[in-house]
């Protein structure tokens, strides 16, 4: 359910709200917030609410730190891990300057900015995430470890796997929420696990990620467990993907999803810096069905995009070269504008990879593009890219850059 600010404010009274959490971003994707009284809401609402700016990493220093938080209304959701008397609610924010110039290290206004884009051009586009973890135990000081919470494997059950009373309160949680998962499994790692997301508009699919880090990290915590969301958290295990769905309307037919595949495969190289921001990323390409080349096909999880089995009114491609630790507002903007390029350009398609190419041989994969091999790869990419400068700030550029 999508609120009004007059429906927020009688919310908030009626229900007995205590505080409210106004949350944003960093530019890495990291949420933070500032909890305010139900008093305050209404200059909230109005004028916004002040912040210091030079804490957060990238957002400006000491000289020019105040920030203004702007809530969205139709992002108010319960959280309902905390007391049921004096209840806690949250909304995702904008931020502007003081003036009320949008800031342009504003990750959720980036996407805002690429749905409003696509709309001007006549199209409107669906995002669905599939996020893998890792569950780890604690030690007896109540620090992480790197002992896995089972030693299962891909859809094993219990007892041996130990997940699936997390994942299942994981998910009853969300749906208190308003998010709707899709399915849940243990993935192939021990200890791995993945719960899957219904498609959303995109910037609900992004605010939805976001939510969804926090539920399953104050799920672990509250049964003692930790929770790794990290590209490659075990070296000799499989990594953690980020699978990002997507499909295209109007006109949702494969010629269409042949030219969005084309404009992301294109682009993806100057986009990996931002699907892939840390150099943990890159120990996870090229094996456990995670991508190594520029490709595609149907079906085939060796492959950077494919395009699953489904039925011809629900297709969709799938991109699978993103790890969690991607912002999900900057990784969903530069897929908007890759894909509407290819639509735009009616940009031709290579021929479909249909072989196994983590088993294939040098000569076989003789042609195909690699992936950047690490961070300083992808940032060089990146920095040279028009097509990076064009849909990023440079101010976010250079904080990627020089991380």
Known sequence: MKYSKEEVMQFVQEEDVKF???AFCDVFGRQKNIAIMPSELSRAFE????????AITGFGDETHSDLLLHPDPETLMFLPWRPEHGKVVRMFTHITYPDGTPFECDTRDILRQAIADAEKEGYS?????EQEFYLFLLDDKGKPTKTPYDEAGYMDIAPD?????????????????GIKPESSHHEEGPGQNEIDFRYSDPLSAADNTITFQTVV???AYRNGLYVDFSPKPLADQP???????VSVSPGNNIQDMHYMIAGILNRVCEMTAFLNPTENSYARFGENKAPAFVSWSRENRSQLVRIPATPESSKRAELRSPDPSANPYIAFALVIYAALEGLKDKAELMPAADINLFYADEETVKPYKKLPQTIKEACAVAGSSDFIKAHIPEKVLQIYCNQ
Do not use: P
Not at 239 to 245: A, Q
């Open 125 to 129: 586009f669906a995002f669905g995430a």
């Open 161 to 177: 796997d130990r997940g699936e009373n997390i994942r299942r309160e994981i998910c009853l949680t969300l749906e208190q929420m």
């Open 217 to 219: 990290k104050t799920v």
């Open 47 to 54: 004028y916004g609410i002040a912040f210091d700016a030079s």
């Open 20 to 22: 409210i959490r106004l």
């Open 239 to 245: 990594g953690n993907g980020f699978h990002v769905n």
